[in-house]
């Protein structure tokens, strides 16, 4: 039996990795401020459900958690 020496490496590196996980917390956030705002009575007509935080503020971060992992795929870092 011959023992090949073949170097084994990742599609990413260790930078990639980590924007990926800053990209998925930033989605998770995102995803979470959509939630609530609903009424227990349908008859009831809550405002909460046309908030700031709920039209804006979560699209944006929804929107910049998925720029965040596009680059975190496309960046090519520094050959070794």
């Not at 699209?59 to 596009?70: D, Q, R, S, Y």
Request: hydrophobic share 50%; net charge negative; proline share 4%.
């Amino acid at each position: 039996m011959e023992n090949n020496n073949q170097d084994f490496h990742f599609a990413f590196g260790k930078i990639n990795y980590i924007l990926m996980t800053v990209g998925i917390i930033i989605l998770a956030v995102g995803y979470i401020m959509l939630t609530g705002g609903g009424s227990d009575d349908p008859n009831v007509f809550n405002p909460a459900m046309f908030d700031t935080r709920r039209l804006y503020v979560a699209p944006i971060l929804i929107v910049l958690g998925f720029v965040v992992e596009i680059v975190a795929i496309m960046f090519k870092g520094k050959k070794e």
